[in-house]
């Protein structure tokens, strides 16, 4: 894409930005109308996810979280734009931290943190972190490779103090982090796909066999690190809240197998209260455990 091209984009998204957040929902309806019925968006992807993981359910259930999800969805790339005209009031009220004592202490102990969330509620909103933490707040991302769309989701994720930092180059800047005295919080999306050399070991997860890489282990128990869960709820149309829950004091004698599947318990959990918060579109299960004797 060329910058000209971009720069057009860029334009009419700050344009959008603008707008009052009623009409952009009115937008966001138009998306869903044009996602779901017209280009029928990763359609087959979702209804299978949706059927494997909830086998129980009947068709007349899975058509319902289906829509419920597209509408989700349609949202979400209104929600994610619209962070470029928030303030820092207007955000935090959109993503309230209700139990933020949580981090608090870990902070007063002088304890570095490693924060799993996974593609559940709206996780763009986690830009707000730095607002409502005291540690230093970073966000392990996947850089692009559209240099103008990496730079204008870096421009985004950072707006509120939040530092992005590359898969890549995570552990390093914890380590320099950590010898200046500074306690961090990093956030580490969980429910990725690995690429099929990553994949370490394979979990039960929403009643399918799912390939597990393993980073926020790696990174938290070397560095022996607390770990936590943010529990992201939809309250509303554009309004979030956010549990943060305690999974682990101290890794020192903790196997890296169990931080996983305690976090990916959690996760599996909050996604079966209101299954059309999480991700269906996405992939998670395009490799398929090869079957032994």
Partial sequence: MSGIVFKLIDLLSRLMAGLPMRIQYSIASIVYYIVYYVLRYRHRIVVENLKNSFPEKS????????????RHFSDLFIESNALRGFSETELLKRCKFINPGVMDELYEQGKSVSVVLGHYGNWEYFASFQLAVKHKALAIYKPLKNKFFDEYMIRIRSKFGVQPVAMANIFRELVTYKN???????????????????????ADF??????????????????????????????????YEVEVEKLFDDLSMVNERD?????????EDLIKEQPEYWLWSHRRWKHKQALTN
């Fill in 180 to 202: 200046k005295g500074i306690p961090t919080a990093t956030l580490f999306i969980a429910d990725q796909s690995p690429h099929k050399q990553q994949i370490r070991f394979w």
């Fill in 259 to 267: 931080i996983t599947l305690r976090h990916m318990k959690v996760l």
């Fill in 206 to 239: 929403l009643n399918q066999p799912t390939p597990v890489l393993l980073g926020t282990e790696k990174v938290a128990g070397k560095l022996n690190q607390a770990v936590v869960f943010f529990k992201m709820r939809k309250v509303k149309r554009g309004f």
């Fill in 59 to 70: 068709e007349t259930e899975i058509k319902r979280i289906t829509k419920d999800f597209y």
